[in-house]
């Protein structure tokens, strides 16, 4: 299990809030100069157009605690009724990411031969995507997060989580940023359907996959396809 390494006094550990009263606390960050914040978005931005989806990655390892640190970036995400309902696995043993790869070459053979659709086909061709899926391996490292669908406590108590779609897509969104702000390359591999990854992790039952996020360094002859992403004006609209 990994430890948590964040600086300070021993960390409190979180609990099931439901059904407790509102506690407010108050919250005043330093503002930020304008000047100061505007050269710090300007920087975010240029280092966040690099940002690219990888599929060949180098073995070399990867600091293990930037991983960590990503994830724990990951980890303050908003939430539905702040339930954090997210698990994410770190799987860094080639037996279990060689199983991995095997199931999801399995499932992903029969959505290339058909199961996705002529449209669907078309639309990831100019990805240059296919059936062989050599990052769940050459990657040093995959994440795999799950998303809890309610909270499950130790007697089997069960309570709903709200928002869970949008609390775990923001999640994985922040991951991913914090993966490539820290220099490390990822990208979210989605095989359908994902049910094996519970059994391969012995996952329990109130927990189903959302995403593989490989993560590593980028290979010596890495490409990635040709793309143009939107301009500010074809995503931005003012009112």
Known sequence: MPSDTTPGAERERWAPTHGEPYRPTPYRPARMPGGESLARAAELRARMEERRTVRHFSRDPVPAQAVLDAVACAATAPSGAHQQPWTFVLVKDPVVR???????????????????????????????TDAVKTHLTDAPALIVVFQQRYWLGPDGTKRKHY?????????????????????????????????????????????????????????????????????????????
Not at 98 to 117: H, K, P, T
Not at 172 to 179: D, K, N
């Open 98 to 128: 060689q199983q991995i790869r095997a199931a999801a070459e399995q499932e992903e053979e029969l959505s290339y031969d058909g199961r996705l659709g002529d449209e669907w086909l078309a639309a990831l061709r100019p990805i240059g």
């Open 163 to 239: 928002y869970v779609d949008e609390s775990v897509g923001i999640a994985v969104g922040m991951l991913l940023s914090a993966l490539h702000l820290s220099g490390l390359a990822a990208l979210v591999h989605t095989p359908s359907p994902m049910r094996f990854l519970a059994h391969v992790l012995e996952r329990p039952e109130n927990e189903k996959a959302f995403a593989v996020i490989p993560v590593g360094y980028p290979a010596d002859d890495c490409e990635v396809p040709d793309l143009l992403r939107k301009s500010l004006d074809q995503v931005v609209v003012e009112v």
